[in-house]
């Protein structure tokens, strides 16, 4: 008889299928990677992972929810810790772009980009696209509401536009930026000039961008 273990102890296994998991995907991609990447990667026996997920595609949406628990705790440290929610903005903006300088290779980011455009006539994965832009969008747009309920900004549009704008603009420049290199892409000027333009929408007190 196999012995019991807690829950405390099948959350860190989970844990650690995930964490492998992101490994064997910033380093392969989506399709490249196998279950039995990720399973070497592990170093657990394949039982061990079936009790949890039976399929790479199953791994690689928890890993999903897993990045968002993780950047919502990071959001709200983030706002927790500065006066100023520019400052946040800027902050998240600068790992945005320390990310893609380091190119496609190793980053969790380029196998999201691929399992969601690869899938894009994929009925399931094109809804839970939508649904995780959506719930980006009303994250950002409740980042800007902080921003104004402290006094900060006076957004020349609607939050909820302004989220979407940031969205499309933030998108884009990660899209190239992955398919042609960052130097190409010319990153680093592209999140600037999206930080001034998002300075000029919301016209905070200060003005960060342009120091």
């Known amino acids: 008889m196999s012995p019991k273990i807690s829950e405390q102890q099948k959350e860190e296994r989970r844990k650690k299928i995930l964490d492998a998991a992101k490994l064997v995907f910033a380093a392969k991609g989506y399709e490249a990677a196998t279950f039995k990447d990720i399973l070497d990667e592990t170093g657990m026996s394949r039982g061990w992972i079936y009790l949890y997920f039976q399929t790479k595609e199953e791994i690689f949406e928890a890993l999903l929810d897993q990045q968002d628990h993780e950047y919502e705790d990071h959001l709200a440290a983030l706002v927790s810790g500065h006066p100023l929610i520019w400052d946040v903005i800027r902050r998240l903006t600068e790992d945005q772009q320390a990310d893609l300088l380091r190119g496609p290779d190793g980053i969790f980011l380029s196998a999201f980009y691929e399992y969601f455009q690869g899938g894009a006539r994929n009925e399931r994965r094109r809804r839970l696209l939508l649904d995780r ?72 007190e200060a003005s960060p961008a342009s120091e």
């Open 133 to 204: 832009y959506e719930r980006g969008i009303t994250r950002y747009a409740a980042l800007l509401q902080t921003g104004v309920e402290r006094g900060e900004f006076r957004p020349l549009l609607p939050l909820a536009q302004l989220a979407r704008i940031a969205a499309s603009y933030s998108e884009g420049i990660m899209t190239h930026s992955l398919a042609v290199g960052p130097e190409l892409a010319q990153t680093e000027f592209q999140m600037q000039a999206l930080l001034e333009y998002l300075e000029h929408l919301l016209k905070p």
